[in-house]
């Protein structure tokens, strides 16, 4: 990393008007990557405000300049350096390059070319036109197989950031080419595939996600950082049919998650994750919870049915009476089964942690923490039966501590935010 003094000599130099009128786009985009990149590593101070204030200027004269000498590792540098930077340019202007990138440069672009700039769109948020996306898939598709671990992670997490679900022939490709590449991948790229595989509603191959898992399992989930614990606990929860390696993961990641819960808890530490992790740890147990006690109800029905049907008197050859039925699954699941506790021991650390982050939450986040904890309650009702003491409930602290963060978001929360909280309040009988 250069020193201050020459970043800060740098950033005179890149604000020279008379350089500035000298250089081609292509130089201009070279000049705006470097930028980026010491910007990336600069100490916060008069460097690094130095280094934005230049990038300001070299994205000023890009927009002055025509597109004629703008190739396709011009248009990525472009493109990651404005995400990099956090920097979103004027609307036409991002439109005009976009149009540029999809008829001049697409099918030209080098595997890290497509990687940084599909990256690049998703870390700014901006959703490209169909034609576009398309053209950025099909030169995908072509290159595939020459793209790195790192490359074809971040193309799978854009997609599944911008919501961009890929063709059969891109999926056939990505399966092939991305298995060999998972043993050199980072956790949190490996985590960032098997995200975005169920982000994007993907059905992976058994062996692709054994190799993904199984790295992870290797590791140790100890080592994962807040957000990925959050992201792992999220993606095998939706996953289907994940198998042995991905049930191991889970188990681990869960116990993993109450432990460092219960640290938080009994050290009086610092919030082991942000509000925004939070929720979406305590729906994605909430969506566990729901499952095993499916589970486990369904068991208890196949092990009543015979029983039913005996006492019914089937098996020696005797008709039910009539007005006579079944009762095979109006028995609910015994209030001290065991299905679901150690989800429901985090759920209450959960909540726990929830309550002193509750005045940052958004409207989102308040959502996703009282309907996840109102649906944990009512399916364990259902499970152990209208009179029997559940394990988890909702104090009354917590939901006061919950309106009272509300109340200030009234003004920014959605109909549909309101339509859920006015629920949640009334299943929990406030």
């Excluded at 003094?5 to 250089?23: D, G, I, P």
């Excluded at 590593?41 to 300049?65: E, I, K, T, W």
């Excluded at 997609?159 to 590449?181: I, K, T, Y």
């Excluded at 008709?319 to 095979?328: D, F, Y």
């Amino acid at each position: 990393q250069p020193s201050t003094a020459w970043l800060s000599a740098f950033a005179s130099a890149m604000s020279c008007k008379r350089y500035m009128a000298e250089a081609n786009y292509r130089d201009l985009s070279s000049l705006l990557w470097a930028t980026a990149k010491f910007s990336a590593g600069a100490p916060a101070g008069a460097a690094a405000n130095s280094v934005h204030a230049a990038a300001g200027a070299l994205l000023q004269v890009c927009q002055d300049m025509s597109f004629s000498s703008c190739d396709a590792q011009a248009t990525s540098n472009t493109l990651w350096a404005l995400a990099t930077l956090g920097q979103r340019p004027p609307v036409q202007w991002l439109n005009q390059l976009l149009q540029h990138l999809e008829r001049s440069v697409a099918s030209s672009m080098q595997p890290q070319g497509l990687s940084n700039s599909l990256w690049a769109l998703a870390a700014l948020g901006v959703v490209p036109q169909r034609s576009c996306m398309a053209a950025l898939l099909s030169a995908v598709t072509t290159h595939m197989q020459k793209f790195d671990a790192q490359g074809i992670a971040n193309t799978v997490w854009a997609l599944a950031v911008l919501e961009q679900q890929p063709g059969d022939a891109w999926q056939a490709g990505f399966w092939r080419h991305s298995r060999p590449l998972l043993q050199h991948m980072t956790a949190q790229g490996l985590i960032n595939c098997l995200w975005s595989v169920v982000r994007l509603g993907l059905q992976p191959p058994q062996e692709w996600v054994v190799d993904v898992t199984r790295p992870l399992l290797l590791q140790g989930v100890e080592l994962l950082s807040s957000q990925g614990l959050h992201n792992v606990l999220w993606a095998l929860a939706r996953m289907n049919n994940g198998g042995t390696h991905a049930q191991n993961l889970l188990e681990q990641a869960l116990q993993r998650a109450v432990l460092v819960l219960e640290q938080q808890q009994t050290q009086d530490g610092a919030a082991a994750f942000t509000i925004y992790e939070l929720s979406g740890l305590l729906h994605t147990v909430s969506l566990l919870h729901g499952k095993q006690l499916a589970a486990a109800q369904q068991q208890q029905q196949s092990q009543q049915g015979p029983q039913a049907w005996q006492s019914a008197g089937v098996s020696r050859g005797r008709s039910l009476s009539p007005g006579r039925t079944e009762a095979r699954s109006s028995s609910p699941v015994r209030s001290d089964s065991t299905a679901g506790s150690n989800l429901l021991k985090l759920a209450q650390l959960l909540q726990a942690a929830a309550v002193p982050l509750l005045p940052s939450a958004g409207p989102a986040e308040l959502s996703i923490l009282f309907w996840s904890q109102v649906s944990m309650v009512n399916n364990a009702r259902q499970a152990y039966g209208p009179t029997a003491d559940l394990p988890l409930t909702i104090p009354r602290g917590w939901v006061d501590a919950w309106m009272a963060a509300s109340q200030g978001c009234f003004g920014s929360a959605s109909s549909r935010d309101l339509t859920q909280w006015l629920w949640c309040l009334a299943k929990r009988g406030v």
